[in-house]
T-cell receptor
Framework: EAQVTQNPRYLITVTGKKLTVTCSQN?????MSWYRQDPGLGLRQIYY???????DKGDVPEGYKVSRKEKRNFPLILESPSPNQTSLYFC???????????FGPGTRLTVT | KQEVTQIPAALSVPEGENLVLNCSFT??????LQWFRQDPGKGLTSLLL?????REQTSGRLNASLDKSSGRSTLYIAASQPGDSATYLC??????????????FGKGTKLSVIP
């Protein structure tokens, strides 16, 4: 089944403790992206990747890192999480930039 | 920078009614436009993608139209059912530089279909 998977689905952590949210797609897509969704602010792009080893900032990149060492994986790294990063995070992929994006199930992160 | 607006923020209709959800965008130079559905606490499900060269797309009871010149898109849902209750999101792809198209989302319309 063609899909985007994220792990973990739920995470509660404390301020400053490094964490990684994994994202994987099995559709051989070149483009991958991370979004966060917050009440009243909607979905905002954090980082995106046009292909392996090619990543760039979205609208809200502060406090996040990404890497794209393999085509199928695009992990999101929070080096020192803070409470303002409490949010619902989505990974998405598409054949190439501008094409129909497919979203993962989301990761609900709480930073205390 | 592209801004996407969806009005109303919430809509409640009786079962069986036909309805229209509205989406407006500020920059008419969009590449594609995509409609999504989001159920509470869940991910986004793609409903329809309209390319900039198209005027509309249809899938089952759903029909989405695109008018770039006026900066508007509509999602028409025929014969609504309680299972259609969800938040509907409109998103525009626009060129953001360096060969990349960025997806900008509206804040959504929360639809409730009353049995």
């Amino acid at each position: 089944e063609a899909q985007v998977t994220q792990n973990p689905r739920y995470l509660i952590t404390v301020t400053g403790k490094k964490l990684t949210v994994t994202c994987s797609q099995n559709m051989n897509h070149e483009y991958m992206s991370w979004y966060r969704q917050d009440p009243g602010l909607g979905l905002r792009q954090i980082y995106y990747s046009m292909n392996v080893e090619v990543t760039d900032k979205g609208d809200v990149p502060e406090g996040y890192k990404v890497s794209r060492k393999e085509k199928r994986n695009f992990p999101l790294i929070l080096e020192s999480p803070s409470p303002n990063q409490t949010s619902l995070y989505f990974c998405a992929s598409s054949l190439s930039t501008g094409n129909e994006q497919y979203f993962g199930p989301g990761t609900r992160l709480t930073v205390t | 920078k592209q801004e996407v607006t969806q009005i109303p923020a919430a809509l409640s209709v009786p079962e069986g009614e036909n309805l229209v959800l509205n989406c407006s965008f500020t920059d008419s130079a969009i590449y594609n436009l995509q409609w999504f559905r989001q159920d509470p606490g869940k991910g986004l499900t793609s409903l329809l993608l309209i390319q900039s060269s198209q005027r509309e797309q249809t899938s089952g009871r759903l029909n989405a139209s695109l008018d770039k010149s006026s900066g508007r898109s509509t999602l028409y849902i025929a014969a609504s059912q309680p299972g259609d209750s969800a938040t509907y999101l409109c998103a525009c792809y626009a060129y953001s530089g360096a060969g990349s198209y960025q997806l900008t989302f509206g804040k959504g319309t929360k639809l409730s279909v009353i049995p």
